[in-house]
């Protein structure tokens, strides 16, 4: 079973903040997702990372692959309101993916 | 672009019947997943089609779930008799059966067995 554990699993912070979530697995994947998920709505993808050590930005989000490929982490720069949500990661094997618990994120004004 | 289209967004049914969830995937993606979302279980793989196949359904919980896919551009899962603990968020996702493999998701109907 390739199991993904994130870290925290709640965090409720002030506006203006930094945050980093963590994901980790004890297996290798051939890339990982990010997605958010906000209240009676489905995940919706921030970002992919395929390759070991790659970081992608997007805005105040910044995404790092580990260089063997099994964890991740989300940092959130200066933290808005707005970026209140569920926060998950998945990892992905042959187009089947394996979901992290999530972290629940609150961002208060 | 229309994304993942699910329906009813929401079922509210009595136990032991039979419930019907549908998914029409991204046009042109030729996965599609099933997925079952509950606070303690979190988010679960129930079945995975690859070209209208079924390709991994290890994660069906009973035989009171089967799935289908008679085209590439409808699905459904079907629960008969419905039970209490059956009660969640099902959501449906597409992708690409191509690298890299992005999932996109619907807006999920929201089950209640009473």
């Known amino acids: 079973t390739q199991l993904l554990e994130q870290s925290p699993q709640f965090l409720s912070i002030q506006e203006g903040e930094n945050l980093t979530v963590y994901c980790n697995s004890s297996?290798?994947?051939?890339?990982l997702q990010w997605y958010r998920q906000e209240p009676g709505e489905g995940p919706v993808l921030l970002v992919t990372v395929v390759t070991g050590g790659e970081v992608k930005k997007l805005k105040r989000l910044t995404f790092q692959f580990g260089d063997a490929r099994k964890d991740s982490s989300l940092h959130i720069t200066a933290a808005q309101p707005g970026d209140t949500g569920l926060y998950l990661c998945?990892?992905?094997?042959?187009?089947?993916?394996?979901f992290g618990s999530g972290t629940k994120l609150n961002v208060k004004p | 672009d229309a994304g993942v289209i699910q329906s009813p967004r929401h079922e509210v049914t009595e136990m032991g019947q039979e419930v019907t969830l549908r998914c029409k995937p991204i046009s042109g993606h030729n996965s599609l997943f099933w997925y079952r979302q509950t606070m303690m279980r979190g988010l679960e793989l129930l079945i995975y089609?690859?070209?209208?196949?079924?390709?991994?359904d290890s994660g069906m919980p009973e035989d009171r779930f089967s799935a289908k896919m008679p085209n590439a551009s409808f699905s459904t899962l079907k629960i008969q008799p419905s039970e209490p603990r059956d009660s969640a968020v099902y959501f449906c996702?597409?992708?690409?059966?191509?690298?890299?493999?992005?999932?996109?998701f619907g807006p999920g109907t929201r089950l209640t067995v009473t």
């Open positions: 998945a990892g992905e094997d042959f187009n089947k993916f394996y």
């Open positions: 996702a597409s992708s690409l059966a191509r690298g890299p493999y992005e999932q996109y």
């Open positions: 089609f690859n070209n209208n196949v079924p390709i991994d």
């Open positions: 297996s290798v994947f051939s890339s």
